[in-house]
């Protein structure tokens, strides 16, 4: 499908982005499968705007969408199927229709890790949550968040004052300031190489049932998250449920049992998140379940796009290379390797196990990296 017909399922009266999100995972056909499998109200709407678009009012909704996406260079639409859709969105149960955004598209590359916490913070969680994100940043890493008042924005400044990259996953439309406080966090996202995303379309105002749902991008869009500081009945917690079920690792900071804004994170502690000190806490959990999914995506996907069986078993003869040759003594995230190579996910993953069973590269924290043990390889 091509952009317009994603925005304008995405538009569809009666259907929400899990429905949808459900419905597209059986990859029906366009569109007759899609008409099929929609909700009565959705499907009627879907056929007037396929059959007579000049009589359905989708068409001016997606006129409006196209003349706000020419109105500036760094406005875009993502989509399952785009060259930057963030791929780690389609692990997640509900994973949005379309993402809006403004800024670059970059900040999609590095490795991404969440950081949240409460509104109510603590100047020392402030200190805390911009020290981290700092160190994150300096280490090729792109902090996630949601420009919330208090830890979310004190980590996305401090990411980016750091020369690193953030992204902001809004409850509203991209264009919109939510809270308004944040005008110059705002603008600073799309001028210094970070990015605005939401699910949303442009001009859409903030509403309270928008953001727990604007939590699951934050988590989804990640390998991780780290919970700063948060109370014991905090929308933090909510991400760190909303992360487990996602089957991504949640970090912690630990702190006083006399502060209530540590009292979340101490809880999430006990019930089994890491408890993290340093950065390098994080990046070695991460590491490890990098590595897993590696080996998993080799193994279970072994039948897709087997090689021939006349071709050399040397993965520098066999296509291989053009993994190796992206590599560096700088860790490249596989993202980037998707992005730069143009192979699927499941590829680069076996491409990657090959080449370091050869010796010739191997992980480390924030990505993969060449070894020097081959002169001229």
């Not at 009012?57 to 875009?76: F, N």
């Not at 008042?149 to 300031?177: F, K, N, P």
């Not at 600073?188 to 379309?201: D, F, N």
């Not at 979340?264 to 999914?293: F, K």
Request: proline share 7%.
């Amino acid at each position: 499908m091509q952009s317009r017909e994603w925005r304008a399922l995405a538009r569809l009266p009666g259907i929400g982005s899990r429905r949808l999100g459900e419905l597209l995972a059986a990859r029906p056909d366009w569109p007759a499968g899609v008409l099929a499998a929609l909700p009565r109200e959705a499907a009627t709407a879907l056929r007037l705007w396929l059959d007579h678009p000049a009589r359905s009012p989708l068409t001016a909704e997606l006129d409006a969408d196209e003349a706000w996406l020419a109105a500036g260079p760094a406005r875009h639409l993502l989509h399952p199927g785009h060259p930057r859709w963030p791929r780690l969105l389609d692990q997640i149960a509900d994973p949005p229709p379309v993402l809006w955004a403004m800024g670059d598209l970059a900040a999609l590359t590095p490795p991404r890790l969440a950081v949240v916490g409460s509104r109510r913070s603590t100047r020392e969680g402030l200190t805390n949550a911009a020290g981290f994100a700092r160190e994150l940043a300096g280490r090729g890493w792109c902090v996630v968040s949601g420009m919330a008042l208090g830890i979310d924005a004190a980590a996305q400044q401090a990411a980016l004052e750091a020369g690193g990259t953030s992204i902001a996953v809004l409850g509203c439309g991209v264009d919109v300031v939510y809270p308004p406080r944040h005008h110059r966090l705002h603008r600073r996202l799309q001028e210094t190489g970070g990015l605005l995303l939401s699910e949303h379309p442009p001009g859409t105002r903030a509403r309270a049932g928008f953001f727990p749902r604007r939590n699951r991008i934050v988590t989804g869009l990640s390998l991780g998250v780290l919970v700063v500081e948060a109370a014991e009945k905090s929308g933090s917690l909510v991400s760190a449920r909303l992360a487990l079920e996602q089957n991504r690792e949640v970090f912690a900071l630990p702190g006083s049992i006399h502060n209530p804004m540590a009292r979340g994170c101490l809880q999430l502690i006990r019930d089994g998140a890491v408890l993290v000190r340093q950065v390098d806490d994080i990046l070695a959990e991460l590491t490890h379940w990098a590595m897993e999914n590696a080996i998993e995506g080799a193994t279970g996907n072994a039948m897709e796009g087997a090689a021939d069986p006349a071709a050399s078993s040397d993965p520098l003869e066999s296509g291989e290379d053009s993994l190796l040759r992206w590599l560096s003594d700088t860790p490249t995230p596989v993202d980037a390797l998707v992005s730069l190579t143009g192979r699927g996910v499941a590829d680069c993953q076996r491409g990657l196990l090959e080449l370091e069973l050869e010796g010739v590269a191997t992980q480390a924290a924030g990505g993969w990296v060449r070894l020097p043990t081959r002169s001229g390889a």
